[in-house]
């Protein structure tokens, strides 16, 4: 072999050389390439479905908070309800102690016209924190109340006597200070005895004539 020959293919093997490295880079740079390719495609995958978990997410919320919506206007339903009736009841108990009122008023004036001194007082309304103070029709008698008096005085009279005489027949009974009759042996109401206001006297012996 010749060095013409020797020279071509040298040169020839150089030039080979060149094609096997040009070609090792670049299979080189697609290995690399397809890694990151790999790499975001992967990336893109995660962020899908994060994107659909998120997505699922804001309709489970929004969902809850229809939901929270719902129950929200059925509550105010309910309390807008629940007000007018709270605001009817209390106009009702004010109805109903304004006739209680008129009737103790009533009442008073017939335990007036007896002269007794024990009356029927007047009543304040409390509700939910405040006071609704009835005012009757008539003036309102002041006064004790007491349990007794009233009805010790219409058990033991049955019908209002408005003369002064009537009353001085009455006595307060010494157990319970109930209203009764001077002359009456028991108190109706506590049944204790009680004694006459007015008790008779014992009258002396008289000496025989002679």
């Given amino acids: 072999m010749d060095i013409q020959q020797l020279t071509s293919c040298l040169f020839a093997f150089v030039k080979t050389r060149e094609q096997v490295d040009a070609i090792t880079f670049t299979i080189n740079e697609i290995k690399a390439e397809t890694e990151a390719l790999e790499a975001v495609e992967q990336?893109?995958?995660?962020?899908?479905?994060?994107?659909?978990?998120?997505?699922?997410?804001?309709k489970s919320h929004a969902e809850e908070l229809r939901q929270i919506n719902q129950d929200i206007n059925q509550l105010e339903d309910?309390?807008?309800?629940?007000?007018?009736?709270?605001?009817?009841?209390?106009?009702?108990?004010?109805?109903?102690?304004?006739?209680?009122n008129l009737s103790r008023s009533h009442t008073n004036e017939a335990i007036k016209a007896t002269n007794l001194e024990q009356e029927l007082e007047d009543e304040e309304i409390n509700i939910d924190g405040f006071s609704?103070?009835?005012?009757?029709?008539?003036?309102?008698a002041p006064g004790p109340f007491s349990n007794y008096s009233l009805f010790s005085f219409l058990q033991s009279e049955q019908v209002a006597r408005p003369s002064q005489p009537e009353t001085n027949k009455m006595k307060a009974c010494e157990s319970c200070?109930?209203?009764?009759?001077?002359?009456?042996?028991?108190?109706?109401?506590?049944?204790?005895?009680?004694?006459?206001?007015?008790?008779?006297r014992r009258r002396k012996a008289q000496a025989p004539n002679p």
């Fill in 177 to 200: 200070n109930a209203q009764i009759h001077r002359n009456a042996p028991t108190c109706p109401m506590c049944k204790a005895k009680s004694r006459s206001k007015n008790p008779k």
């Fill in 132 to 140: 609704v103070d009835v005012t009757p029709c008539v003036p309102p």
């Fill in 78 to 100: 309910s309390l807008k309800t629940m007000r007018s009736e709270r605001e009817a009841r209390r106009l009702h108990i004010v109805q109903c102690f304004e006739k209680v």
């Fill in 43 to 58: 990336y893109v995958l995660e962020c899908n479905k994060t994107c659909e978990d998120l997505e699922m997410e804001r």
